[in-house]
Structures are given as structure tokens and as C-alpha cells.
């Protein structure tokens, strides 16, 4: 692990690979400049919705471990975007590409997605720590996409208003905070746990670029 910065910034420079690989990806570009492929756009949605659906849940528990009242109030502020700007411009997409109740609750879930929720839900079943150790790179990566595509407007709302969920001040803000209180948790780890924190990240990271390839399959 790299020495000599903070673990969150230690994390994201060991996984610098992965990272350009998610946040460069043809995925998030077509998004910006308002050329994704309908099919692509909506595979994508209906995929990330559960995985959406997790990471609500996922952020509940955030609440219940967090050990501080700021911590707590950081996590109830992002579930309460998740379950309403966030969750109606979903049901607005699936409204607009005519997406089946069905797909809309119980997709046939792609093996990434399948092993979003796995990781999710194992990370669930850790402490503070480890529930931060995959929230932070998927809002981080989020994050980082959404700001390099911003400048770029297109023009439908189902590609600029994904891009400006994750671009805007308070999101940031949001992924700042969650990095702190990451770097916080993860002081109080031993080694083994502070290499389990390690590997989740990893994993989520490399998980995300292939979220994305895959939904040109
Ligand atoms: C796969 C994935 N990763 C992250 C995010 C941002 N919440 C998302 N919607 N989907």
C-alpha cells in the first residue's frame, strides 16, 4: 500500500489502472456527448437499479454503524437522494424506453451485477469500515466521470440529468465526507482488516469498468 498519503488516497492511486478504465470508459463518454445507444442506455438502467436498490439498503446500514450523529446525518442525507431525485429519474427512463414493469423490479441480473450485490451485501455484513470500503470508490468513480463529462450538456434528459446527479457541488461534498469518515474507520483496523477494506475497493473498482463493458454485450 502506498505510504505517506491517507488511506482513501493511498486506495485510489493503487487502483489507478482500474480507475481510468471506469471513469474514461466509451460508456460515460457517449453519455456526454448524448450518442449512447438507447439499448446500451437502458440495459444499463434497468442492471443498475438493483444495484441501486443494494446500495439504498447498503447506506441504511451506513446509518446504523456510523458511530457519530454526523456521520449518521451524512448517509440519511444520501438515502434520501437516492430514494427520490435519483429513484424518479429512473422510473422517468424506464417510463420514456418503455421499460416492462417486470425489468423493472426483477431483472435477469448480468453476472457484474450479480456480483455488485454479492459484494455489497458481504460488505453489509462487516463493520463501518467495510461498508465505506465499497461505497466510497462507487460514488468516487461516479463522481470523477460525471465532472469530466459535465461541460459537455447533451441534450436528452435521460444522459445529462445522470451526469448532473453526480456532478453537482453536494455530491462531492458528499464523496469528501465519505472519504474522511473511511479514513477515520479504517485508523481503528488491524492489518487483516485493513487488507480486507484494501481488497473490497479493488474489487469494486475493477467491477465498475466491467459494469460498463458489459452493457455493450
Ligand atoms: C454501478 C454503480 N456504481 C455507482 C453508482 C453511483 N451511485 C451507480 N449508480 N451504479
Not at 16 to 41: I, K, M, P, Y
Request: aromatic share 12%; hydrophobic share 50%.
Amino acid at each position: 500500500m502506498t505510504a505517506g498519503f491517507s488511506l482513501s488516497a493511498a486506495l485510489r492511486f493503487d487502483n489507478h489502472e482500474g480507475w481510468v478504465r471506469a471513469t474514461s470508459h466509451r460508456f460515460v463518454q457517449e453519455l456526454g456527448s448524448g450518442t449512447l445507444d438507447d439499448r446500451v442506455l437502458r440495459g444499463y438502467l434497468v442492471q443498475d437499479y438493483a444495484f441501486v436498490g443494494t446500495l439504498t439498503s447498503l447506506v441504511g446500514l451506513a446509518i446504523a454503524r456510523a458511530p457519530t450523529m454526523a456521520g449518521k446525518r451524512l448517509f440519511a442525507g444520501f438515502a434520501a437522494v437516492l430514494t427520490s431525485d435519483e429513484n424518479t429519474y429512473f422510473e422517468r427512463c424506464f417510463d420514456s424506453l418503455g421499460v416492462p414493469p417486470a425489468d423493472r423490479t426483477a431483472p435477469v441480473l448480468w453476472s457484474e451485477s450479480q456480483q455488485f450485490l454479492d459484494l455489497l451485501i458481504a460488505a453489509g455484513e462487516g463493520g463501518y469500515a467495510d461498508i465505506l470500503s465499497v461505497l466510497l470508490p462507487a460514488e468516487w468513480i461516479y463522481l470523477d466521470w460525471a465532472s469530466a463529462e459535465a461541460a459537455k450538456a447533451p441534450v436528452r434528459f435521460e444522459h445529462a440529468e445522470w451526469i448532473h446527479l453526480h456532478a453537482v457541488p453536494a455530491f462531492a461534498d458528499f464523496v469528501n465526507a465519505v472519504a474522511r469518515e473511511f479514513d477515520a474507520a479504517t485508523t481503528l483496523l488491524d492489518d487483516a482488516g485493513r487488507q480486507r477494506v484494501a481488497d473490497r475497493f479493488r474489487a469494486m473498482v475493477e467491477l465498475e469498468g466491467a459494469f460498463f463493458d458489459a452493457t455493450y454485450r
